[in-house]
């Protein structure tokens, strides 16, 4: 790969989500902007072997994006009201180019465009997830178990949504801000979610977008100081981001949270995180980020010499139930349970979900099987292994669920 590809790759990979936002904010068009950008990528995949990477390659991509635009609204001959703006914004884009300074951030307001109330709601978090964080139409489409077709139909619709009706690629006025923060919020957590799979960043699609996350994650705590949940999810992201270093070994091996060298986490996200969740305390307004945070920082006390305190995880869990009464929160209360009470009190809380919602919960069965095991229910226990390991789509975590299987006696 020549100098000029790899500084291509590395500009998509780092400020797709700034260009485009930066281009919709101005054209009121995502998908033109989206086919823009994508034209002036390839003309750099052109051109700058043969001319030489430009000094600032982002602003030589807003303006080669910007006169795409342009070009595309002349050959549509028509009055089109944008157009003037787009002349002007070629302008702006070039002068960006011409200027020292870094072209604005424009991220936030895209996110709060996609959370907009004329947006289906269920085609808001894909669509951040996409236009934002630069995550393809499949790889969302797994994430909310829906076919790809009709994924990238759901979100050309809300592009178009977007063009027709008008909407503003801004932060929302104060009035219209709660309704929208905590799809923004989803959004901004699930495009974690979609990196966290990846431990060692070996997927080229999925680099970068944790750190992506977090600053997304940083700048709406900044922009909403008095928002609880917004600094709970800050705080939630950087303590699940300390500990990436520790998740697996040197081969690649799967490292169970308790068995985690603390030594590998980074003590000043977690310090960080700390902070996030005091200032969070401090507003009293409880949520389920804060909720999740705070049961990590038990954990995270470890680094510090002090042992998990199982009882305060279970009871944060129960919060948590009350707050969002998922199975995922419903299992960890067992497993929690199960530490700090015996097996059993956590097999009788695995208990009393419904087989409908358990089936192919992948979590649930491990634990399960984990309870089982040490309650000394051997047989009953490698069913359960079994069970998880057949769900378990990491073949890290598969191989440590059949280690754990092959000890049963």
Same mark, same amino acid.
């Given at each position: 790969?020549t100098?000029?590809?790899q500084?291509?790759?590395?500009?998509?990979?780092?400020?797709?989500?700034r260009?485009?936002?930066?281009l919709?904010a101005?054209?009121?068009?995502?998908?033109?902007?989206?086919?823009?950008?994508?034209?002036?990528?390839?003309?750099?995949l052109d051109?700058w072997?043969?001319?030489?990477?430009?000094?600032?390659?982002?602003?030589?991509?807003?303006?080669?994006?910007r006169?795409?635009?342009i070009?595309a609204?002349?050959?549509?001959?028509?009055?089109?009201?944008a157009?003037?703006s787009?002349?002007?914004?070629?302008?702006?884009?070039?002068?960006?180019?011409?200027?020292?300074r870094?072209f604005?951030d424009e991220?936030?307001?895209?996110?709060?465009?996609?959370?907009?109330p004329?947006?289906?709601?269920?085609?808001?978090?894909?669509?951040?997830?996409q236009?934002v964080l630069?995550?393809?139409?499949a790889?969302?489409?797994?994430?909310?178990?829906?076919a790809?077709?009709?994924?990238?139909?759901?979100l050309?619709?809300?592009?178009?949504?977007?063009r027709?009706a008008?909407?503003?690629?801004?932060?929302?006025?104060?009035?219209e801000?709660p309704?929208?923060?905590?799809?923004?919020?989803e959004a901004?957590?699930?495009?974690?979610?979609?990196?966290?799979?990846?431990?060692?960043?070996?997927?080229?699609?999925?680099?970068?977008?944790?750190?992506?996350?977090?600053?997304?994650?940083?700048?709406?705590?900044e922009?909403?100081?008095?928002?609880?949940?917004a600094?709970?999810l800050?705080?939630?992201?950087?303590?699940?981001?300390?500990?990436?270093?520790?998740?697996?070994?040197?081969?690649?091996?799967?490292?169970?949270?308790?068995?985690q060298?603390?030594? +590998?986490?980074?003590?000043?996200?977690?310090? #960080? /995180?700390e902070? &996030?969740l005091?200032? %969070?305390?401090? *507003? !009293?307004?409880?949520g389920?980020?804060?909720v999740e945070?705070?049961?990590?920082?038990?954990?995270?006390q470890?680094?510090?010499g002090?042992p998990?305190?199982?009882d305060a995880?279970a009871?944060?869990?129960?919060?948590?139930?009350?707050i969002?009464?998922?199975?995922?929160?419903?299992v960890?209360m067992?497993?929690?349970?199960?530490?700090?009470?015996?097996?059993?009190?956590?097999l009788?809380?695995?208990?009393?979900?419904?087989?409908?919602?358990i089936?192919?919960y992948q979590?649930?069965?491990?634990?399960?099987?984990?309870? +089982?095991?040490h309650?000394?229910?051997a047989? #009953? /226990?490698?069913? &359960?292994y079994?069970? %998880?390991i057949? *769900? !378990?789509d990491?073949?890290?975590?598969r191989?440590?669920?059949?280690a754990?299987?092959?000890?049963?006696?």
């Amino acid at each position: 790969m020549t100098n000029a590809e790899q500084t291509v790759e590395q500009v998509a990979r780092n400020s797709y989500g700034r260009l485009i936002a930066y281009l919709a904010a101005r054209s009121r068009d995502l998908a033109a902007a989206e086919d823009a950008l994508g034209d002036a990528f390839l003309a750099a995949l052109d051109q700058w072997p043969r001319d030489g990477v430009p000094q600032k390659p982002e602003a030589w991509l807003l303006t080669a994006a910007r006169r795409r635009m342009i070009d595309a609204t002349r050959r549509r001959a028509t009055a089109d009201a944008a157009f003037p703006s787009l002349e002007l914004a070629a302008l702006d884009a070039q002068r960006a180019a011409e200027s020292v300074r870094d072209f604005p951030d424009e991220r936030l307001g895209l996110l709060f465009c996609c959370a907009h109330p004329a947006i289906d709601e269920a085609a808001r978090t894909p669509l951040m997830l996409q236009t934002v964080l630069g995550l393809d139409a499949a790889r969302i489409a797994g994430a909310f178990l829906v076919a790809p077709a009709a994924m990238s139909q759901r979100l050309v619709r809300a592009k178009t949504k977007i063009r027709v009706a008008g909407v503003p690629f801004e932060i929302p006025s104060v009035r219209e801000l709660p309704e929208r923060v905590e799809a923004v919020m989803e959004a901004i957590y699930a495009a974690y979610g979609t990196a966290w799979d990846d431990a060692f960043g070996t997927d080229a699609k999925r680099r970068g977008v944790a750190e992506e996350a977090v600053w997304l994650a940083r700048v709406l705590a900044e922009t909403m100081p008095e928002n609880a949940e917004a600094h709970g999810l800050l705080a939630l992201m950087l303590f699940c981001e300390s500990r990436r270093a520790a998740r697996r070994s040197a081969t690649g091996a799967f490292v169970p949270l308790d068995k985690q060298d603390v030594s +590998l986490w980074s003590e000043p996200m977690i310090v #960080e /995180a700390e902070r &996030a969740l005091r200032t %969070a305390s401090a *507003l !009293s307004a409880p949520g389920r980020f804060q909720v999740e945070a705070a049961i990590q920082s038990v954990h995270a006390q470890r680094l510090f010499g002090a042992p998990v305190r199982w009882d305060a995880v279970a009871m944060f869990y129960g919060s948590l139930v009350a707050i969002a009464p998922t199975v995922g929160a419903y299992v960890g209360m067992a497993a929690a349970l199960g530490e700090a009470r015996g097996p059993d009190t956590g097999l009788t809380a695995l208990n009393g979900l419904h087989d409908t919602d358990i089936a192919d919960y992948q979590p649930y069965w491990a634990v399960r099987a984990h309870l +089982l095991a040490h309650a000394g229910r051997a047989p #009953e /226990a490698r069913v &359960a292994y079994d069970r %998880a390991i057949h *769900l !378990s789509d990491d073949s890290a975590v598969r191989s440590f669920l059949l280690a754990q299987a092959a000890t049963l006696s």
